[in-house]
């Protein structure tokens, strides 16, 4: 996934690392400003909402900007959002998006 010039991938890490996970959206967001065919900026974008436990936003840009994607981590975030989406409801009688979240896993490591 290639990105922007203009993205500070090191500020948005480090965003993500002290738990500034809305400040890593405001920069991944201000960067889709000046490159929006941007996939890498999608994907940190989509990365930053799953972090802010904003599923349904996040699932919605993945499956607009990243599902038809084969790299390990578009994939790789299909299968967390999955998982996240599994832990939040709590419902282990739907046990059926671990199984897709783990496939999903497994095509990202295949890679």
């Known amino acids: 996934m290639d990105e ?4 500070d991938r090191t500020a948005f890490n480090a965003a993500r690392r002290s738990g500034n996970s809305l400040r890593a959206y405001d920069i991944a967001e201000t960067a889709l400003a000046s490159q929006p065919g941007d996939t890498g900026l999608h994907y940190c ?11 349904d936003e ?23 959002i999955l998982k ?6 709590r ?6 998006v ?3 979240a783990a496939v999903a896993y497994a095509a990202a ?3």
Do not use: C, I
């Open 4 to 7: 922007s010039p203009a993205f």
């Open 91 to 96: 419902r282990d009688d739907d046990v059926g």
């Open 58 to 80: 996040a699932e919605a840009m993945w499956r607009e900007k990243l599902s038809g994607l084969r790299d390990g981590d578009s994939l790789a975030l299909g299968g967390r």
């Open 45 to 55: 974008k989509a990365l930053a909402l799953a972090d802010l436990g904003l599923l």
């Open 109 to 111: 490591f295949e890679l």
């Open 98 to 100: 671990l199984a897709r």
């Open 84 to 89: 996240d989406r599994y832990f939040k409801a």
